[in-house]
Nanobody
């Protein structure tokens, strides 16, 4: 499974961006999709998760501003980010969990996409 993340960029405080993570390759079923971010000090935070049931969880600091979603038909996950703040500046990474043919679970990381929020 290969992942390609896109959508990062530079935006002013209060602006919006949508990140996308397209996953391709053979697998039996999709498990969890997660978005992480890596801050300037290399701290990695779990930002949002989308469960197979459709349930979502968010980092407290992004609740009400970020929305994670997925389109299984297009094999793409999205992270809609609104009301961005300088503290959201980070490299954002998607993590896709699948069940492989044969039943084994596997996790795959996409390359990071940089989001810079200017004050």
């Amino acid at each position: 499974v290969q992942l390609q993340a896109s959508g990062g960029g530079v935006v002013q405080t209060g602006g919006s961006l949508t990140l996308s993570c397209k996953y391709t390759g053979p697998f039996y079923s999709l498990n969890r999709v997660s978005w992480y971010r890596q801050l300037y000090d290399d701290t990695r935070e779990l930002v949002a998760e989308l469960e197979p049931s459709g349930a979502t969880t968010y980092l407290d600091s992004v609740k009400g501003r970020f929305t994670v979603s997925g389109d299984k038909g297009k094999k793409t996950a999205h992270l809609q980010m609104n009301d961005l703040k300088p503290a959201d500046t980070a490299v954002y990474l998607c993590l896709v969990g699948v069940i492989k043919h044969g039943g084994a679970p596997a996790d795959y990381w996409g390359q990071g996409t940089l989001v810079t929020v200017s004050s």
